[in-house]
T-cell receptor, first 115, second 110 residues
Framework: EAGVAQSPRYKIIEKRQSVAFWCNPISGHATLYWYQQILGQGPKLLIQFQNNGVVDDSQLPKDRFSAERLKGVDSTLKIQPAKLEDSAVYLC?????????????FGSGTQLSVL | SQQGEEDPQALSIQEGENATMNCSYKTSINNLQWYRQNSGRGLVHLILIRSNEREKHSGRLRVTLDTSKKSSSLLITASRAADTASYFCATAGGYQKVTFGIGTKLQVIP
């Protein structure tokens, strides 16, 4: 089966610019996650969708970050305006759900550098 | 916020030796998972242990879970150079929220 697709693979922008990342989860996976991974740290959950509804966005900096999941499939994560501290790898993951939480399948990530 | 905390943060061993990584967490969980991340790549799921299980095996991997101590350990037996990677524990709570620890960086020297 096809894995989680993310694009772009790399992005370099200047601070105060905007950027968008795209994710296509595994077909049929109801749950989609966006994580931010700063170099040397573990992934930090930004937002979690169940179909096209938000389950958890408690750690999403909502003054600059936004995310949507139209029709419960693809998702985009946007940063506007970007700050230097947003430099990180942005990982998308999906799972086929279940009450207890099952294993996550990750994309290759988008490495963002903010100059 | 990070739920799990791995120990040690870095580990260097010789090929053929066993590697043990520990994870402690703070809140109740439905299950605990371990993932591997090779440099610059996405995370790969290794093994999942449910809150009512105490031990699980998968190939050269052995995971234990002690819910009374809120801790887990991952043992990799007969390590290989290809096992060099970062290893993360992740806890799954309500609503399928999956929270990762800070990771253990494992280096296996040939």
């Amino acid at each position: 089966e096809a894995g989680v697709a993310q694009s772009p693979r790399y992005k370099i922008i200047e601070k105060r610019q905007s950027v968008a990342f795209w994710c296509n989860p595994i077909s049929g996976h109801a749950t989609l996650y966006w994580y931010q991974q700063i170099l040397g740290q573990g992934p930090k959950l930004l937002i979690q969708f169940q179909n096209n509804g938000v389950v958890d966005d408690s750690q999403l900096p909502k003054d600059r970050f936004s995310a949507e999941r139209l029709k419960g499939v693809d998702s985009t994560l946007k940063i506007q305006p970007a700050k230097l501290e947003d430099s990180a790898v942005y990982l998308c993951a999906s799972s086929d759900g279940g009450v207890a939480g099952e294993k996550l399948f990750f994309g290759s990530g988008t490495q963002l550098s903010v100059l | 916020s990070q739920q799990g905390e791995e120990d040690p943060q870095a580990l260097s061993i010789q090929e053929g030796e066993n590697a043990t990584m520990n994870c402690s967490y703070k809140t109740s969980i439905n299950n605990l998972q371990w993932y591997r991340q090779n440099s610059g790549r996405g995370l790969v799921h290794l093994i999942l242990i449910r809150s009512n299980e105490r031990e699980k095996h998968s190939g050269r991997l052995r995971v234990t879970l002690d819910t009374s101590k809120k801790s887990s350990s991952l043992l990799i037996t007969a390590s290989r150079a290809a096992d060099t990677a970062s290893y993360f524990c992740a806890t799954a709570g309500g609503y399928q929220k999956v929270t990762f620890g800070i990771g253990t960086k494992l280096q296996v020297i040939p």
